[in-house]
């Protein structure tokens, strides 16, 4: 099953703290992320390895966990629960896997709206901070 390849590959990215190198390299050239915040789908690997690196920073701290996971052939769904800023995050990842395990698609959904609305605060943060240490 192309999910539980594909998911100690993605346990081990976030076990090493979301380095964008090593996410990128998981990623599907045509992959598509579909955010909690952001209407349109984001499609292609630099724009949905930019979104995963920029989510592993913001929610991947110390408080960061998976307490569910169900997988059924190339579809793998992840409970996670976390806390941002004192606030309780509940969300869950679909992932689609490739044959090869590469990542085609990454649905990210987060509950209550207190959740939803610190996490797109942090993640537009996080995601200009590293555009802009990229053009630095």
Known sequence: ???????????AAVD??????????MIAEDAVFHSPVVHTAQKGRPIVTAYLAAAGQTLGNDTFRYVREIVDG???MLEFETEMD???VNGVDIIRFGAEGHILDFKVMVRPLKAVNKVWEMMAAQLMANAASKNA
Do not use: C, F
């Open 74 to 76: 190339d579809t793998a």
């Open 1 to 11: 099953m192309s999910a539980e390849r594909g998911l100690r590959r993605w346990h």
């Open 86 to 88: 004192g606030i309780h």
């Open 16 to 25: 090493g703290g979301n380095d964008a190198a090593v996410l990128g390299a």
